[in-house]
């Protein structure tokens, strides 16, 4: 069983300026080439560079994008790409990504004046999406090849991608297949040219054939290195998602700003309290504001002893520990109608060091606006004088409070900082309140509530302050708060995502662009573990595979009666580990933890885009200079040192960790290992060919939207 890591990417220590390695002073005559640790993405508009970028950006790794398409860009010549510094040659870029082997014109002066610089400067160029030709060091796939879709095949990494960029994997590259209707990657495979020094990294078996040929591959010639990839992705799609770490770990030799992680966080909403039950006959839910039927008697879904035992004995099998968002009024008020008896919250408290607890208010209340439940939906009561009636202050710090202190007595590990209120209440929820209870701020002020949770679905802009807090978006999954079996998952699925004449409520008529939509109503009795498992299952592993430490959410009645909640939960940790080594952990934070990541990133973002950091290699030194304070992430080969210590924490392959700046430049000792490579003498470049337009056939991949999670 693979280990998962709860560490946060955190580097402390003195700093270290100037490091200067023994042989430096010999070779002072002739000063070494500065290599600036930024990448240089050309793109087309197409969705490969896209994803590309859009990977550098999420891990922090700086960037420039020039777009073809645009009459103002910037000309590409030797003076754009390279110049002099503190009289040392300097290379602006460590790397650069092109569209496809060359998308420039023929003969053109910014082809030749980059196939110059990356023989200088022995700077790697990736081929994001390209055509396998002679060019690019392939036979053309007419000769014994294939052009075509992949969808459903399995890649495999070679030995040498294992060995090399993406070692991080086990060996299998699943190619989505979403939609029979749909073509979702479409692939060129090919073999090497006789004769061309081209290494394979990923190849797939050749259709008809149990030949195989390259979808990504190295081709050095010229002085040149050029990463080779022959199919189309965009940043969503997991054959992209399981490689993108990979490319930029070979374009980059290891060594540079940004960190990437695969994250896992599941918390569990309304422990200790009932969750209402979806009514199938009346397409409601007995309970729930918005169900009004005369006939609609709640029946409560809550779990038992056993379902505690067995939440605890999965966490200890999988390694994974799950977040309990606690009620503690669910708990006092089962004791007055039981004679002070509640086996569940004894269970619970037996085994409470097995699990990590979120204070989730006392009894669930709706801190936001007073609800007029009069009409349907809900909407906000009113004042004489029709300004909103919000929740007191009052009220909203003593819901928090009063859970705290029962926690507290109860001796759960808490931490007071985080807070989880009922539904996301208090927040706004569209349409009925648009703005945030005013009250909320102050309450959370009078608690010392640090990080809030919110419904990503809802706010999908990312983290923002509350008050004295910052909000920790939740991706929402969709297995209902109001089912405990799986029958009553698949009638409310049915309910939501078929049209009225399938018998459902045409949500998905009234709004055509969401994908989740069905063709008809899922069978009751195969459709949990035949449609709606998998479906999830994928969501929530494209966010564990894009660095995205966001927690995901389900409700106490998921891990009750039929335990719906764990298919889709084992579902994204097998996945996981049949494509990861376990040098590649995944990451399992708690909510402080997310939000930290989460705060330092938009720093560090807000940083590098005002253009207040720089950083640079010089042989096997590397060095970054910033604002004090401000805590950089970065990734380094193994061997790495800083003030004389191992620098950050392994990760697939390489160290990676958040170091603070100080009042004197970041220093990093690379080892020997990771010399700059030489390309050779510089020389004249040959005139480029160029390269065939790619198929205008680009397809985007289906991706199901996750719907604005009910409850809370």
Partial sequence: MKRISGTTLLATGAL????????????????????????????????????????????????TEIDLTRADRPVIDAGYLADTTDGRPR????????????????????MAALASYERTYGIPQVDAYTYARP??????????????????????????GRAGPFGYLDGAVPFEDNSPTVGESYAYLSSPVTGADFTPYVQATIPGTTRRGSLVGEYRHDGRRELVVTFVYNRYQQQYRLLARGIVEWMTGGVHLGASRNYFAVHVDDVFAADDRW?????????????????ATPDPIRMTPADVDHAADWQAARGFTLDMAYNGAGSVDHREDNGGADPLADRFLARRDEFRWINHTYTHAFLGCEQ??????????????????????TDVSDEIAINRVWGQVAGLPLDNGELVTGEHSGLRVLPQQPADNPYLGPALADNRVVWLASDNSRESGGQRRVGPATTVPRYPMNVFYNAGRAAEQVDEYNWIYTSRAQGGSGICEDNPATTTCLPAPLDPATGYAGHIV?????IALGHVLANDPKPHFIHQSNLAEDRIAYPVLDGVLDSYEALFTPAAPVVNLRMRDIGRELQRREAWRTAVRDGRVTAYRVGTTVTVEGPA????????????????????????????????????????????????PDNGPDVTAPAPVPAPAPPARVPEGVTAPVPPGAGG
């Fill in 16 to 63: 270290l300026a100037g490091l200067v390695l023994p042989g430096t002073a010999a070779r002072a005559a002739a000063p070494e080439r500065r290599v600036d640790l930024r990448v240089l993405v050309v793109t087309d508009g197409g969705p490969a560079t896209e994803a590309i970028a859009a990977e550098l950006d999420v891990a922090g790794t700086p960037y």
């Fill in 91 to 110: 290379a602006r870029f460590q790397a650069v990504v092109l569209p496809n082997d060359n998308p420039f014109p023929a003969n053109s002066p910014e």
């Fill in 135 to 160: 060019e690019a060091g392939l036979q053309y796939p007419v000769y014994g090849g294939y052009s075509g879709s992949l969808d459903g095949a399995t890649a495999q990494v070679t030995a040498a």
């Fill in 279 to 295: 009514n199938a006959a009346l397409n409601c839910t007995p309970g729930d504001v918005d169900c009004t039927d005369p006939n």
């Fill in 372 to 393: 007029d439940t009069s009409v349907v939906p809900w909407r906000c009561a009113t004042n004489p004088d029709g300004s909103v009636k919000w929740v007191s202050r």
């Fill in 534 to 538: 998998p479906v999830e299952r994928r």
């Fill in 629 to 676: 304070g401000l805590d950089v992430p970065a990734t380094m080969p193994e061997g790495t040192l800083r003030a004389g210590a191992a620098f950050g924490e392994a990760y697939a392959g390489t160290r990676s960790g958040w170091t603070a700046l100080g009042t004197v430049p970041l220093g990093l000792a690379l080892p020997a290992t990771a010399a700059a």
